[in-house]
Nanobody
Framework: QVQLVESGGGLVQAGDSLRLSCEAS????????MAWYRQAPGQQREWVAS???????NYVDSVKGRFTISRDNAKNTVYLQMNSLKPEDTAVYYC????????WGQGTQVTVSS
């Protein structure tokens, strides 16, 4: 089992930055990839970014150039640095760990006001 705890969400204005954190515990050696997803009200959960254990990163087109996913293996933590935030980035952001199973965190709310 893997437990994930997200933090770092909040209310910001358009153009501001936030850094989300996701700390993993438990069977962390089983984790391969880690990813961030988001879900806006009334919409389906959307993949935002992912990072493999080998260090490769991928992003949805809408956040390319603004968001950066990083991973600190020593701290068992994955980050999502979000710059130049837009109102359409408003959502609950979830961390996902992919290993022998898929594991999800509880989510952290990000609200961007115009």
């Amino acid at each position: 089992q893997v437990q994930l705890v997200e933090s770092g969400g909040g209310l910001v204005q358009a153009g501001d930055s936030l850094r989300l954190s996701c700390e993993a515990s438990g069977d962390i050696l089983s984790i391969n990839n880690m990813a961030w997803y988001r879900q806006a009200p009334g919409q389906q959960r959307e993949w935002v970014a992912s990072r493999t254990s080998g260090g490769a990163s991928n992003y949805v087109d809408s956040v390319k150039g603004r968001f950066t996913i990083s991973r600190d293996n020593a701290k068992n933590t994955v980050y999502l640095q979000m710059n130049s935030l837009k109102p359409e980035d408003t959502a609950v952001y979830y961390c996902k760990a992919v290993g022998t199973s898929d594991y999800w965190g509880q989510g952290t709310q990000v609200t961007v006001s115009s």
